[in-house]
């Protein structure tokens, strides 16, 4: 079985994340960035599945050059290569853009048995990605997943929405997006993260993929930011301890306020 | 006038208080239709008129066998293709068929917007809360009719009114009858209110050590709702349907009240843009604490109750 996971390099979301007072992007220098962490549990389940029943899983993204870290990151997790998209035009590319981008690259490389996703990026976290992809590839498409089997050509599992809860089954090929509570992502072992360095990198550009530049960044845009604003921080209030009268003191406070 | 079609967010035959709101925003750039899926009776049908549409498109035949949101979008896109705009719930679904919609409208998507305003040309733009709540950001769709969901409490219901109602049938394509839905469990309504649309909100972390029977009194005596942090969830304490935070629900009450939380940057995401922050901790240096307007430092099972009995005394 051939998985491909695809993967977004995001800052960290405890860096100080702010956007280009210019053009709204993402500000990415200087700040610390890494794979994810929603996507580390579609590379973590793709792993697993292969390490039960075989096969290969390839690891795509697309994201400037640090984006290098993101993919090494999945190799050490145990993912067998990795495809990045790297391109100057691509600065500025919306949900639709990337899933444009992302489906190519899946095709590019040959398709796949299962395509797994986080179920949102930590950054944007629109969660518009993988139904847009499936589109794309013309897949069926399973969203919010936290519980994934394959065998025999047909993946299983359950999903969850605010209303609720339901098993399913999808003969694959199928692009699936899977949540944080699907398992625990693994911390790449000494061996692995040695191993991880001599697994194959592909960068590609967006030639590669037959996509013209206005397709993407800004100019292939389909929506705009027209302001970022920086919210005034949140100070701390009151504070007091508790001494028997705590619980007191705070209807005390909600009251004073005409909070309740 | 080209009409705004606004989705309906069902719970059994009522639609929820957030379509209202959606449907009052949409008056903004056009008349309101309302899409109703799933099955049409007597009881829904009052519930959508009370939602202030001028329009109701009930929309039937999906099939109840397969995940439904490609379904749904198919079944829109004629539709939205001539409306002005097309809002949705910013829920899981809600934004599952927004995806699917603007992937065949080759539209663009806001999603989550706290607030929808027409510019001077009449077009929508919405204000998003970012980077856990960080920044405030306006943005537009630029291609295609506009595709948004909404977040609850961006505007207030309007009146109730008598909506033409147009039947409307599903043709699902192969594709999005494919994934097959072996069973499914509906979320036994709780008598508390929704955690999304309540004015008060009373979460429970770590420090409840599974214990969340204080949590739920304070939340019953403030007629607040119940939420959970996300290590409170993993450990299998609560719900995952109640769990705040950057993976589970964004909720933007008057009041909430974080006991046994320390504040991660995932709950703060989650919880951010509350008008007041309310503490209980027994660890003074918690993240919870800086952005609290009031805090306790002190044992939860200790202060909640009290707090609760207070809030009873007060009451009598």
């Known amino acids: 079985m051939r998985t491909v996971v695809l993967a977004k390099y995001v800052p960290d979301a ?7 007072p210019a053009d709204h992007t993402t500000v990415r220098d200087d700040i610390e960035s890494r794979l994810s962490e929603l996507d580390e549990y ?22 400037p050059g640090g984006a290098a870290d993101a993919a090494l990151r999945a190799l050490q997790m145990g993912a067998t290569a990795a495809v990045h998209v790297r391109d100057a035009a691509l600065r500025g590319t919306d949900a639709a853009g990337t899933a444009l981008v992302l489906a190519a690259a899946v095709g590019r490389a040959g398709g796949a048995d299962l395509v797994l996703t986080g179920m949102a990026s930590t950054d944007a976290g ?23 089997d394959v065998a025999g050509g047909t993946a299983t599992g359950a999903r969850e929405t605010e209303a609720f809860r339901e098993r399913f089954e999808v003969a694959l090929p199928a692009v699936v997006a899977v949540t944080d509570h699907i398992n625990e992502p693994r911390y790449p072992s000494f061996k692995a993260i040695m191993a991880a360095k001599k697994k194959p990198v592909e960068v590609i550009a967006l030639t590669d993929l037959g996509i013209a530049p206005d397709e993407v960044g800004f100019a292939g845009a389909r929506t705009a930011v027209e302001s970022a604003l920086r919210r005034p921080a949140r100070s701390s209030g009151e504070v007091v301890k508790d001494d028997g009268d705590g619980g007191a003191r705070m209807v005390a406070y909600l009251v004073d306020n005409r909070l309740i | 006038m080209s009409e705004v079609l606004v989705l309906a967010q069902r719970d059994g035959d009522e639609i929820r208080r957030a379509t209202a709101e959606t449907v009052a925003l949409a008056r903004a750039f056009g008349p309101p239709a309302l899409v109703v899926a799933g099955p049409w009776n007597d009881g829904v049908a009052r519930s959508a008129a009370a939602a202030g549409p001028e329009k109701v498109y009930a929309l039937s035949g999906l099939p109840d066998d397969s995940v439904s949101a490609l379904a749904v979008a198919e079944s829109l896109a004629d539709l939205a293709a001539r409306s002005v705009a097309v809002l949705l719930p910013s829920t899981r679904e809600g934004k599952e068929v927004a995806a699917h919609l603007a992937a065949r409208l080759e539209s663009g998507v806001v999603t989550d917007a706290v607030r929808l305003e027409p510019d001077a040309e009449g077009r929508p733009v919405a204000t998003q809360s970012v980077f856990a709540g960080t920044f405030t950001v306006r943005s537009r769709v630029t291609r295609g009719v506009p595709v948004v969901t909404v977040k609850p409490g961006a505007a207030e219901p309007g009146p109730a009114t008598e909506p033409v109602v147009v039947p409307l049938a599903a043709t699902p394509s192969p594709v999005a009858t494919a994934v097959r839905v072996l069973d499914r469990s509906v979320r036994p309504k709780g008598d508390r209110p929704q955690l999304t649309e309540a004015e008060i909100v009373v979460s429970g972390g770590r420090g409840t050590a599974g214990d969340f029977s204080a949590v739920e009194a304070l939340a019953d005596a403030l007629g607040a709702a119940v939420g959970a942090s996300r290590a409170a969830v993993d450990s299998g304490w609560y719900p ?6 950057q993976t589970g629900v964004t909720v933007s009450p008057q009041v909430y009240l974080a006991c046994g939380i320390s504040g991660a940057i995932q709950h703060l995401a989650g919880m951010q843009t509350a008008k007041t922050i309310v503490a209980v901790n027994k660890d003074p240096e918690a993240p919870i604490m800086a952005v609290a307007d009031f805090a306790v430092v002190g044992d939860l099972h200790a202060v909640l109750p009290k707090a609760t009995e207070e809030i009873v005394a007060r009451r009598r």
């Open chain 2, 240 to 245: 995952h349907a109640y769990q705040v935070g």
């Open chain 1, 14 to 20: 405890t860096a100080d994340r702010r956007f280009d």
């Open chain 1, 42 to 63: 579609a590379v973590e389940q793709a792993v697993r599945l292969s390490e039960q029943s075989g096969g290969e899983v390839l690891v795509v993204l697309m994201g």
């Open chain 1, 126 to 148: 629109t969660g518009l990605v993988p139904a847009m992809v499936a589109h794309r590839l013309g897949l069926p498409f399973v969203g919010y997943v936290d519980e994934l």
